[in-house]
C-alpha cells in the first residue's frame, strides 16, 4: 500500500466520521483544519483507523502525532509497506 492510497482512505474514513464530503484532507490536516474534530471524534477516528487497517496503535505512538502525514507514516510502519 502506498502513501497516496492511505491518505486516500484516511480521507474518506474523516468525511464519514464528520459527514462532510468536501472536507479535504492532506498530510499537514490535523484536528484544527476540520470543525467539530475533539477529544471524542478522535478517538473514533483512531478506532475506525484501526479496524480498516487491521491495526493496533499504542498509546505512545498516538502522542507523538502531529498530522494525517505522521498518522499515514504510523499505519505504513504498521503494515510493513
Known amino acids: 500500500m502506498t502513501e497516496v ?3 486516500k482512505i484516511q480521507e474518506e474514513i474523516i468525511r464519514d466520521l464528520f459527514d462532510d464530503d468536501s472536507i479535504e484532507v492532506t498530510l499537514s ?11 471524542l471524534s478522535h478517538i473514533q477516528l483512531i478506532s475506525k483507523i484501526e479496524t480498516h487497517f487491521k491495526v493496533r496503535f499504542a498509546l505512545g505512538e ?8 505522521d498518522m499515514t507514516n504510523l499505519i505504513l510502519k504498521k503494515l510493513g509497506s
Not at 29 to 39: F, P, Y
Not at 62 to 69: A, D, I, P, R, T
Open 5 to 7: 492510497e492511505v491518505l
Open 29 to 39: 490536516t490535523n484536528a484544527d483544519d476540520v470543525d467539530d474534530w475533539d477529544s
Open 62 to 69: 498516538l502522542q507523538s502525532l502531529k498530522n494525517v502525514g
